[in-house]
């Protein structure tokens, strides 16, 4: 039984296309992160979410806290936004989910 | 600011040994978290110290320990290592309890164990 969800697992998008991934989760959480790996191992945290919305360049993140789900969506993606992203959450522990490989194609 | 450090970035063990990694967080952060991350089970949680204290811990097994100094830096020790044990362990640390602020990760530790 995974804590968290991701969708979708593998993400191939063209160079200006609007993305989004879904993230769900089924502990009780005190916050969210979305996380960026780039190749080579590399993290980034890009969002920590308790509640509502965030907005950071090109990125958005969006909780909902009755529905135990958040997106991260990437408008105008560009190649350099080629990553693996992750999304963890702060229950009793940190849990984590297992990924979204996203590519984008010029 | 210099960044989260680890070191070193690249080990080779034989099973049966064992290892120790080193953590150094952001000046001023007091709150290291320990992660293992292997192809199969992703990304997993082992424990957070902070000012000096285990706060937090994962499910690993006992082999698996750690400690914090007096100046946050922190180390992880691996004990009778396993072939399972090969994995990029990587440490984030924050200014205040991980799930009160966003973390800054180190490079890793990419240990490989023969």
């Known amino acids: 039984k995974n804590e968290v969800e991701q969708s979708p697992q593998n993400l191939t998008a063209q160079e200006g296309e609007f993305i989004t991934i879904n993230c769900s989760y089924s502990?009780?959480?005190?916050?969210l992160h979305w996380l960026q790996q780039h190749p080579g191992g590399g993290i980034v945290s890009l969002f920590m979410?308790?509640?509502g919305k965030k907005k950071h360049g090109r990125l958005i993140a969006t909780i909902n806290i009755q529905e135990k789900h958040s997106s991260l969506h990437i408008t105008a993606s560009h190649p350099r936004d080629s990553a693996v992203y992750i999304c963890?959450?702060?229950?009793?522990?940190?849990?984590f989910g297992t990924g979204t490989s996203l590519t984008v194609i010029p | 600011k210099a960044g989260v450090t680890q070191t070193p970035r690249y080990l080779i063990k034989t099973r049966g040994q064992q290892v120790t990694l080193s953590c150094s967080p952001i000046?001023?952060?007091?709150?290291v978290s320990w992660y293992q991350q292997t192809p199969g089970q992703g990304l997993q949680f082992l424990f957070e110290?902070?000012?000096?204290?285990?706060?937090n811990k994962g499910n690993f097994p006992g082999r698996f320990s750690g400690r914090q100094f007096s100046n946050s830096r922190s180390e992880m020790n691996v004990s009778t290592l396993e072939l399972g044990d090969s994995a990029l362990y990587l440490c984030?640390?924050?200014?205040?309890?991980?799930?009160?602020?966003?973390?800054?990760f180190g490079p890793g530790t990419r240990l490989l164990v023969l």
């Open positions: 984030a640390s924050s200014g205040r309890l991980a799930e009160q602020e966003t973390q800054y």
């Open positions: 502990v009780g959480i005190s916050a």
């Open positions: 979410l308790s509640s």
């Open positions: 963890a959450v702060n229950g009793n522990q940190f849990y």
């Open positions: 000046s001023g952060h007091r709150s």
């Open positions: 110290y902070f000012s000096e204290t285990q706060r």
